[in-house]
């Protein structure tokens, strides 16, 4: 660490950063400054300094606050709190619910900006608007994680992590837990002794709260979505809002022309994980939708399997997502050609994205349509821009607010060829 890590500094908070960080400028220099608002006058303690480019800051005492400043909603993440024992996960606690939404839309914007090269209102036709997810209002943006992981000190007291660091931190409550949740969850000192992780989670089908301790083997849960009912794994991927998984159901099946989509096509769900997404398009195919679900990881395939079974053109199958295309592109018959020509592409990577081998992949398959499920906005971005190198334009994009208090959000996105 250099010299100025320690000072404090008055800075004015001009903008914000893609991860939730606010951009402030000390001599010229960006200071990207934590559990800040655009607009602020804060005080805050240099971190960072290593890069001559920009240095990192933690708020501790606001000089002329935001007219969006609130009581953070996680008290011990409060700025009365020192820095370093903070909890993360609630960066945006600070800030009005609303407010929360327009800088997420900024952020949105910005990301098209500069990595897809896109003036994205102007290619929508509106301002796009990040949507709340149904009773987040009503509750104020609390009690929407279905899952949360706590981590274990070496006293045995479990708790989040620190923002930006792995200090286990000791807490009363957690306030983004459902009510379930937080009545389950074993906080207290010494309260895991022996332990190194704990998550804590409430499946929607199968009633109550079930605590998962480090590697233990994995026991098949139910989660239900409208009236149709998914097998997972506890320790195993799903959407962490309640809302979540209802929300990205009826996104998808939106996003989706309809003019665009052919019954007898073959259409792909790409990172499927247990077939959420898959089920989703199958159903707007119809009874005789042939689905082909592709995923990484073996348990989730199986239970995938199991979950789309009704549809009797639905297959499930494991690998990696990048190698599948790239072996399914250079395999396909002209017959399966014209029906991948005729299919939609739904995609939900991880936050890294797609990555331009998988686009590139999927270009070169020619789908009617693509339907982009994504929770980084520059990684989709930096996608989009790599499909339109490959002839597919942007034609539609809904935002959605499935991650209160905190910097992130969901997006889907309908890709069409150009021609």
């Not at 706590?150 to 923002?163: E, K, Q, R, S, Y």
């Not at 929607?204 to 849960?221: E, F, H, K």
């Not at 607010?401 to 997006?411: I, M, N, S, V, W």
Request: aromatic share 6%.
């Amino acid at each position: 660490m250099g010299e100025s890590v320690g000072t404090l500094l008055e800075l004015d908070v001009t903008g914000i950063a893609h991860g939730g960080i606010s951009v402030a400028r000390h001599e010229g220099r960006v200071v990207f400054v934590t559990d800040a608002i655009p607009g602020e006058r804060v005080v805050a303690r240099v971190t960072e300094d290593r890069k001559k480019s920009f240095w990192r800051a933690d708020t501790v005492q606001v000089l002329e606050p935001s007219e969006h400043r609130v009581d953070h909603v996680w008290p011990e993440a409060g700025l009365d709190r020192d820095p370093a024992v903070r909890p993360g996960g609630a960066e945006f606690g600070h800030i009005a619910l609303a407010h929360q939404r327009t800088l997420k839309r900024d952020v949105l914007v910005d990301s098209f900006s500069r990595f897809g090269r896109i003036d994205l209102d102007a290619v929508l036709g509106a301002p796009v608007v990040v949507e709340p997810a149904p009773g987040d209002d009503d509750a104020n943006g609390l009690g929407w994680r279905t899952r949360i992981r706590l981590h274990v000190d070496a006293d045995g007291t479990p708790g989040p992590f620190a923002a930006r660091s792995h200090t286990v931190v000791p807490v009363t409550s957690l306030p983004l837990a459902t009510a379930t949740v937080q009545g389950s969850a074993p906080l207290g000192r010494g309260s895991m002794p022996g332990a190194e992780v704990v998550d804590v989670l409430s499946p929607s089908g199968s009633g109550g709260a079930r605590l998962v301790i480090d590697a233990q083997r994995p026991t098949v849960v139910q989660e239900v979505v409208g009236d149709r009912t998914f097998a997972v794994d506890d320790d195993g991927f799903w959407q962490v809002h309640r809302q979540a998984p209802a929300v990205l159901t009826a996104a998808v099946q939106d996003l989706v022309d309809h003019d665009r989509l052919d019954p007898e096509g073959q259409h792909l769900d790409l990172y499927g994980g247990v077939g959420l997404l898959a089920a989703a398009l199958a159903d707007v195919v119809g009874p005789r939708a042939r689905v082909t679900s592709v995923e990484s990881a073996t348990r989730a395939t199986e239970h995938a399997l199991e979950n789309l079974s009704e549809w009797i053109g639905a297959r499930a199958e494991t690998g990696r997502v990048d190698r599948w295309l790239s072996r399914t592109v250079e395999s396909a018959s002209r017959p399966e050609r014209e029906r991948f020509r005729a299919g939609t592409i739904v995609l939900d990577p991880p936050r890294s994205g797609a990555g331009r081998d998988v686009v590139v992949s999927i270009a070169a398959l020619q789908p009617a349509q693509v339907v982009y499920v994504a929770c980084d906005p520059v990684a989709l971005a930096r996608d989009v821009a790599t499909f339109a190198d490959l002839g597919y334009r942007l034609e539609a994009l809904r935002a959605f607010d499935l991650f209160p208090h905190t910097h992130h959000l969901e997006a889907v996105a309908r890709l069409v060829p150009v021609a």
